[in-house]
């Protein structure tokens, strides 16, 4: 690897600046340099183990106490990883014991749902739900939303927040979970909310705010979309890809 | 009733569609959807019963209903009994044999590709092995044109990806920037965006059609929001070179996307009249892929090989530009690992060329899938002796947005390497002029950027010092 000579360098690495891409890597003949090569098996063992590390919520649901938010443990059915991995229709719903731990919960009437999924990165969960939510939930305390205890959900799918909103025929359910860890991102967090959610929703009723990490979506911009998203829904009471998000984004001026 | 007995033992197969299920190589989405083989000898009895079935037999026997399913109608009555003709007489096996012989050439493959259902074209590929996918679907001959040629002979377009995690344009412009250089972009520039926003997507179409004019580059750029996105971004005359759409082979996994027929065809009417294309007018990109349906509830009980190939009579009614089947996208659970997401690669570029599609192949996996670059290379070398139309090229095959690993920039320049692949004809004219290519279809071994990037290169540099 120390023999520069036998790699072209590309004369544009300055715009690496620009993008986490993988751009201006170089060549030796037309193929990827030795340590490009390298660097990507690196990159691919770490979102490999990101995968199959198992979440904690434990830290997770003592942080939301110290904000004065109740949470719950639930299991959707898949019972370890590998099912949850083979079978994502398992993943989509709650198991007995869940069904038991909501109603020992008192129920009262419910504007909004909060669900916190492992999803395919624990470790996205591990670092964003908490900051995301310590934003989140002042706008919501300011609406003066009824919400049942923050429900930490363990492998399971977006549409585990389906069961959970019709459970408590909740209006609005807000699901983060940890999305397929990339090689540049494993720690990548994603919304989804659905207006009036419940069994059987399909995407298309659903909206997707992704790539929340911290060489993505912020968790400030991210706060923006997804109040954006609340308020349209409750005008026009749906959500889905008929709700455009149409929230702002700095652009920045470009000239290439 | 399909009936065959093999080994001493009697199987049954109640239907067409049961019996197309059990006959597919296993694949994890068709344990999921619990509609594969019990045991191998179960699925051999399936493919010998497959084998036996007459093609006449697919259009009378719908696999979905056709009362329910307007994909299934679509099929079914857009079938070419004329081009049908000189099969008509045959059996699936038949067929295969038919597929293999002299007589399937470039000119008969064509004629009678809309005598062909989905259905008839995902049984014989199911009795199949890759050398026979390959094989004959290098046979097959598509040809579409928008600002350039797509799919001729001995050529491989490739797709510029030059996603960014929050649709940074200066981002996206040194992804662009890159990819050009390494001689990547004939058959789009294609970005998905991160969100689907209509002033995101307004935004990214502008700084495209910027990019494809300022560089006078014969191709067309693509933004992958919703089909409805694009259209309110066409009302509002943005520059919209090509229509994107997810499809599917059901009516109902079309609707969990948020489509219909009668939307595609307002999207392509609406793209078509805007008339931007130079050499042609072929204006739709469409992206499938086997398990699409099953994640949406929506497989109709079929198994996910046939679903992929019916979602290939949505895309053909539209005149694609491309059609891009992103195999490993989906996830362990419907291609486990890298021999199930190889061969399915492989048998949407045979089903697809044959139906007369312009296939793409988006070469790929995910990191909770059991497969690496290696499980890659073998399917990227063989999908390019298939004669592939086009494969993505993603910077060092990492996608930052998307969250997965597809074909990079080298990955197409190693193809053009071994199987000297050139692009389409009007953009290796443009890679020799810029001095990007030489005329040996190779990188130009000169050092330093190409005069025509300079500017755009030192503007960039100088945004960094600010």
């Given amino acids: 690897m120390s023999n520069d000579l036998l790699i072209y360098e590309d004369d544009w690495q300055h715009l690496r600046q620009f993008t986490p891409a993988r751009i201006a890597l170089g060549r030796s003949g037309m193929s990827l340099p030795t340590r490009a090569c390298l660097e990507f098996s690196l990159a691919h063992a770490m979102a490999r183990d990101a995968v199959t590390t198992p979440i904690n919520f434990e830290p997770i649901a003592q942080s939301l106490v110290s904000l004065d938010e109740k949470t719950v443990v639930l299991h959707s059915q898949a019972e370890n990883q590998n099912m949850y991995l083979k079978r994502p229709d398992l993943g989509r719903l709650l198991n007995e014991q869940a069904y038991i731990t909501l109603q020992d919960n008192p129920l009262s009437p419910v504007d909004i749902v909060i669900v916190i999924a492992d999803g395919l990165s624990s470790s996205a969960i591990k670092h964003h739900a908490v900051p995301f939510l310590q934003l989140l939930i002042p706008h919501l305390r300011e609406k003066e939303y009824a919400m049942p205890p923050i429900c930490l959900v363990k492998h399971a799918r977006v549409a585990i927040g389906d069961s959970i909103a019709q459970f408590y025929s909740a209006r609005l359910c807000v699901v983060l979970i940890g999305e397929r860890p990339g090689l540049s991102s494993p720690n990548s967090m994603g919304i989804y909310f659905t207006y009036k959610a419940k069994k059987g929703c399909t995407d298309a009723e659903r909206n997707c705010i992704s790539n929340i990490h911290l060489q993505g979506l912020s968790y400030n911009e991210a706060l923006t979309k997804l109040r954006y998203l609340i308020d349209e829904s409750e005008k026009l009471q749906f959500s889905g890809v008929n709700l455009k998000d149409e929230s702002t984004n700095n652009q920045l001026n470009y000239d290439v | ?466």
């Avoid at chain 2, 809309?114 to 995902?122: H, I, K, N, W």
């Avoid at chain 2, 050398?131 to 679907?137: E, S, T």
């Fill in chain 2, 1 to 466: 009733m399909y009936k065959i007995q093999l080994a001493h033992i009697i199987y049954h197969f109640k239907s067409l569609r049961e019996l197309m299920a059990k006959a597919s190589p296993p694949r994890s989405g068709d344990y999921l959807a619990g509609v594969a083989a019990d045991s191998h000898l179960e699925r051999v009895a399936a493919q010998w019963a497959l084998a036996d079935v007459p093609l006449k037999r697919f259009l009378t026997e719908a696999l979905v209903p056709y009362e329910q399913d307007e994909v299934t109608r679509l099929i079914m009555d857009s079938h070419d009994s004329i081009a049908f003709m000189p099969i008509s007489h045959l059996t699936v096996g038949d067929f295969r044999n038919w597929l293999l012989s002299e007589q399937a050439t470039t000119e008969t493959l064509t004629t009678i590709s809309q005598g062909l259902t989905p259905e008839m074209v995902a049984a014989v590929s199911k009795i199949m092995r890759i050398q026979d996918l390959i094989l004959v679907a290098k046979k097959c001959r598509v040809i579409t044109r928008f600002r350039g040629t797509i799919g001729l002979e001995n050529r491989l377009s490739t797709r510029l990806q030059p996603n960014h995690p929050t649709d940074n344009p200066i981002g996206i412009a040194a992804s662009t920037l890159d990819g050009l250089l390494y001689g990547c972009g004939d058959a789009v520039i294609g970005i998905n965006p991160a969100s689907d926003n209509l002033d995101a997507t307004l935004s990214l179409l502008h700084l495209l059609s910027d990019v494809i004019e300022r560089y006078d580059i014969p191709t067309q750029s693509c933004v992958l929001a919703h089909v409805t996105t694009t259209l309110k971004a066409i009302e509002k005359k943005a520059p919209v070179d090509l229509v994107f759409q997810s499809i599917a082979g059901t009516q109902k996994a079309n609707e969990s996307f948020g489509i219909n027929l009668d939307i595609l065809n307002e999207a392509h009417i609406a793209a078509q009249s805007l008339n931007r294309g130079t050499v042609g007018n072929n204006c739709m990109y469409f992206e499938t892929g086997q398990g699409s349906a099953l994640s949406a509830n929506a497989n109709e009980g079929l198994d996910q090989q046939t679903c992929e190939t019916r979602a290939y009579a949505v895309a053909r009614k539209f005149n694609p530009l491309l059609v891009n089947t992103v195999v490993g996208f989906i996830g362990p659970e419907y291609l486990y690992d890298g021999k199930q997401i190889i061969r399915a690669g492989l048998e949407d570029h045979f089903c697809g060329k044959l139906l007369g599609l312009p296939m793409g192949c988006d070469i790929c996996y995910t990191n909770h899938a059991e497969a690496d670059q290696d499980d890659m290379d073998m399917l990227l070398t063989q999908f390019a002796v298939a004669g592939g139309t086009f494969i993505m090229g993603v910077p060092g095959s990492d996608d930052v947005m998307l969250n997965y690993q597809s074909t990079s920039f080298h990955d197409a320049l190693y193809l053009r390497q071994v199987l000297n692949l050139k692009p389409s004809p009007e953009f290796a004219i443009w890679l020799e002029n810029q001095q990007i290519f030489n005329s040996n279809n190779q990188l130009s071994l000169q050092k330093g950027i190409p005069a025509l990037f300079k500017p755009a290169i030192k503007t960039l540099g100088q945004l960094s010092h600010e």
